[in-house]
């Protein structure tokens, strides 16, 4: 966890019971205790309204990840057999075929996945992407029964990896919108606000308590920061998919 989210977790909790502590000699326990049914009633509501959207985004993220992982995944599988459909193909396009799977991996390790972390892509990893393409097309298997049914799973293979690609492409966005995170943020102010309106004989148990709920709070969105953009950050995915199957090549031909 970064110093900036340190930060975040600490800072609403310091001030949550620098808040209470004040209200306190504002506004003594024992005034606020008569309005301690009616504000757990509607405490219990705005609660659980905040529970569920948190639980939501949660659950929202944590899919989000786990696809993109899939996606990352599946990319590289089908990379894996371009690259071995390819050492059964004759020259030309056999070879080239190869060194271009081989580029693309390397390209997507080295360049295009820090850029990923900006948010950005690499427009040389999407060029290498057509000249697969064009070079797995324009391979002609000839009358050679085994040669057309490496062309058929080639061709399979390639529309799998730009399509993979693509779907990865499509998940370099942030998963939640600026609107929900106001609602977030402030659904969070008004929930912990809410405990502000009790009073309890015993205020060093109360600022404990609040504090905790506020910390797990902290916490929750911390956590959903950090899965929002899926290949970055705490949780961020690499390119290990890809590093697999470069571990695992054969001597070159």
Do not use: C
Not at 15 to 38: D, K, Q, S
Not at 107 to 129: L, Y
Request: no cysteine.
């Amino acid at each position: 966890m970064s110093a900036a989210d340190v930060a975040l977790l600490v800072a609403p909790m310091v001030l949550v019971a620098l808040g209470l502590y004040l209200t306190h000699r504002l506004v003594p326990n024992g005034r606020r205790m008569p309005f301690n049914e009616v504000g757990g009633v509607l405490f219990s509501m705005v609660g659980v309204l905040y529970a569920v959207l948190l639980a939501f985004v949660v659950i929202v993220v944590w899919e989000n990840t786990e696809a993109a992982k899939a996606t990352t995944f599946k990319e590289a599988d089908a990379v894996a057999g371009v690259y071995w459909l390819s050492r059964h193909m004759p020259a030309p396009a056999g070879p080239e075929l190869e060194q271009l799977t081989l580029g693309y991996a390397h390209e997507v390790i080295t360049v295009e996945w820090p850029m990923m972390t900006r948010h950005r892509t690499d427009p040389t990893a999407t060029t290498m992407i057509y000249r697969i393409r064009e070079t797995a097309l324009s391979f002609q298997p000839g009358e050679d029964t085994r040669l057309q049914g490496i062309y058929q799973q080639l061709v399979a293979d390639v529309e799998q990896l730009a399509s993979e690609r693509r779907a990865r492409l499509n998940q370099i966005d942030d998963v939640v919108p600026t609107l929900l995170w106001v609602a977030l943020i402030i659904g969070a102010v008004v929930t912990v606000g809410f405990t502000f309106f009790f009073g309890l004989p015993n205020l060093r148990v109360q600022i404990v308590m609040v504090v905790t709920m506020a910390g797990l709070m902290a916490l929750l969105l911390v956590t959903i920061k950090e899965m929002d953009y899926p290949f970055d950050g705490l949780y961020g995915i690499d390119p290990e998919a890809f590093r697999v199957f470069l571990s695992r090549l054969p001597p070159p031909r």
